[in-house]
């Protein structure tokens, strides 16, 4: 059984035996489920489990922390006289990442306001964005390079064993 379903089963119990049938209470279950099921990661074997969900949570706190910055970045940039963008495409190497992982990430890019994802090479080793800020690439490798660490480490994966970009 995944760790998943018992993680869904676990909320469903917590819904029969608290007799609250709400989305809240499902909720509930569910933080409850995912609290039992860190709690004995050692005895049934659910770190990769645990380390996925709390990665998903860093991930969706992250992309919604980089998504208001760029917004509003973006939204002083365009009320300027003179906007500073110096539209540009660069180069992201990807290689240290999965094909899901690389989806995603170009999703991610392609959702933040300034930048969009452009293409993958066909060996999908690199990733090529368009961007508002091509002035300073580093910056953007940079928080491309965040961004990567994030889906990586919300696949389970240790975060700081994702390297992109040497």
């Keep these: 059984m995944s760790y998943l379903?018992?993680?869904?089963?676990?909320?469903?119990v917590w819904m029969l035996l608290t007799g609250g049938f709400s989305l809240f209470s499902l909720g509930v279950g569910l933080v409850?489920?995912?609290?039992?099921?860190s709690a004995g990661q050692s005895v049934i074997g659910s770190r990769r489990y645990v380390r996925a969900v709390a990665?998903?949570?860093?991930?969706?706190?992250?992309?919604?922390?980089?998504l208001v910055v760029a917004n509003l970045?973006?939204?002083r940039d365009i009320l300027r006289p003179?906007?500073?963008?110096?539209?540009g495409f660069l180069a992201f190497d990807v290689r240290a990442l999965g094909r899901a992982e690389t989806v995603a990430l170009a999703n991610l890019v392609?959702?933040?306001?300034?930048?969009v994802s452009v293409d993958l090479d066909d060996?999908?080793?690199?990733?090529?964005?368009?961007?508002?800020?091509a002035h300073d690439p580093e910056a953007t490798r940079a928080g491309l390079r965040r961004l990567?660490?994030?889906?990586?480490?919300?696949?389970?994966?240790d975060p700081s064993e994702a390297e992109t970009e040497p």
């Excluded at 409850?32 to 099921?37: C, D, S, T």
């Excluded at 003179?82 to 539209?87: E, L, R, T």
């Excluded at 060996?123 to 800020?133: A, C, D, K, S, W």
């Design 5 to 12: 379903a018992l993680n869904l089963l676990l909320a469903v």
């Design 82 to 87: 003179n906007p500073p963008f110096v539209p």
């Design 123 to 133: 060996e999908g080793l690199t990733l090529y964005v368009h961007t508002l800020y």
């Design 148 to 157: 990567a660490r994030l889906v990586h480490g919300a696949l389970g994966d």
């Design 55 to 66: 990665g998903t949570g860093r991930l969706l706190v992250g992309f919604v922390r980089e």
């Design 73 to 75: 970045q973006l939204a």
């Design 32 to 37: 409850m489920g995912f609290v039992a099921i």
């Design 110 to 115: 392609s959702l933040t306001p300034g930048t």
